[in-house]
């Protein structure tokens, strides 16, 4: 878990500075743990941004946390800002709502304001739990570059918290998003964290919820639903071809075929949350390219293409995948130049034309971009590293099991246990 992040910050922020809004939560505690571990310490910048309501106890658990790591730090008291704001429009100031999203919006202004300046990116601090139930500020919170900690749950987080030396008050502390008065994540949504992200995890693993209040199943998809807005792009028209228009840049017409390219080794939960999201996309069916399909047994690439076939049909079969998909091999060439052409004329003989292409790869987007993303748009998706989560196994970390559906895991430890000890 640990260990994919940092490479996740690494990838990302390379040289450049991370702007972090360090609240005395242990969200943003957590990431500033993640981002010293990932870069160095000079480079972090950590800004504290307290309202009126903001209380001492999380003004000080942010400063410690800032001291224990000797990151640089500010305090910015956001009140003037608001005061002034609700002068100047002051038809919003009996709206609670609206002033409390203010807020999160005010302190999304500071951040971006020194990222400008530094040149740096904004590290954002939210959580699955509150991803997956919109329980963040549009363009508030939720206004970030990197959202490293986007994957785990907030039961996820607490642990990984005490893993990293977190202080003990800060972890256990009752959450809150600090907009109002006395205000908690769990008053506010509902339920405690615990119920909340186990009933997420039945929900995206198809498993049953008969063990839960039927009340709290119904507003957990209701707070998913509603959520929705808040994850996408806002919509534009986009021409996929001649009289095809796309209403959203992650939604398309029905009817149409997405090509998604991996090497899948192992298959894990990264891939299938894309061909879920090719799914809810409005795709009619899918082609799955296996890339780099004749090797096997290497440190690399330990699965062969049919392992990799087995894994992919096993997962899918069992989460009740609905749309129809084709899994073709891609063997490599050494010719980027027609590598696109070589993939193209191995899709269309197995399974015809496709609209779109979705790949966690750099280089395979940028070949498709540079050959036919004008025609056919090219998806860059932020997944789990295969690469880690095969150290992860050799280092003896069962933390990998966690990014692996179980029905598999079993195959894929074995698997790569043989390759290990036959090199």
Do not use: C
């Amino acid at each position: 878990m640990e260990n994919i992040i940092i490479q996740f910050l690494k990838h990302h922020l390379g040289n450049k500075p991370a702007i972090l809004g360090l609240s005395g939560g242990v969200d943003s505690a957590v990431v500033a743990f993640l981002l010293t571990k990932a870069i160095h310490k000079k480079n972090v910048y950590a800004y504290i941004l307290p309202s009126a309501i903001t209380s001492k106890q999380d003004i000080n658990d942010a400063k410690q946390v800032a001291k224990i790591l000797g990151i640089k730090f500010k305090i910015i008291k956001i009140d003037n800002l608001l005061k002034q704001y609700l002068k100047t429009v002051p038809n919003i100031k009996q709206h609670a709502l609206t002033k409390a999203n203010l807020q999160a919006r005010i302190r999304m202004t500071i951040l971006y304001s020194q990222a400008n300046l530094l040149g740096g990116l904004v590290v954002g601090t939210g959580n699955k739990s509150e991803l997956d139930t919109g329980y963040f500020t549009k363009y508030g919170d939720g206004g970030v570059d990197l959202l490293p900690i986007g994957h785990l749950y907030k039961t996820q987080i607490w642990e990984l918290a005490k893993q990293l030396g977190v202080p003990a008050q800060i972890i256990n502390k009752a959450p809150t998003a600090g907009l109002k008065p006395k205000q908690t994540d769990e008053q506010d949504l509902g339920m405690k964290y615990e119920e909340l992200d186990k009933i997420l995890i039945a929900l995206e693993t198809n498993k049953s919820l008969a063990e839960f209040k039927n009340s709290n199943v119904l507003r957990v998809k209701k707070l998913y639903k509603n959520a929705q807005h808040k994850l996408k792009l806002p919509p534009k028209p986009t021409g996929l071809k001649p009289g095809v228009f796309d209403a959203n840049p992650r939604v398309y017409p029905g009817g149409l075929r997405a090509l998604f390219i991996g090497r899948f080794q192992p298959f894990h939960l990264g891939h299938l949350s894309v061909l879920n999201e090719i799914e809810q996309a409005g795709f009619a069916e899918v082609i799955i390219g296996i890339g780099s399909s004749q090797y096997a047994k290497q440190p690399d690439n330990p699965f062969s293409f049919n392992e990799r076939e087995n894994m992919i049909k096993q997962v899918l079969q069992i989460t009740n995948y609905k749309l129809p998909y084709t899994i073709i091999a891609i063997p490599d060439i050494n010719d980027d130049a027609s590598w696109v052409r070589h993939v193209n004329k191995l899709v269309q003989a197995a399974a015809g034309e496709y609209e779109a292409v979705f790949t966690g790869n750099d280089w395979v987007k940028d070949l498709f971009e540079k050959a036919n993303g004008a025609v056919r748009p090219v998806h860059k998706i932020i997944m789990i590293d295969g690469t880690a989560i095969r150290n992860m196994i050799r280092e003896g970390d069962i933390a990998w099991k966690q990014f692996v559906h179980e029905s598999i895991q079993e195959q894929i430890s074995t698997g790569l246990e043989n390759v290990v000890f036959n090199i």
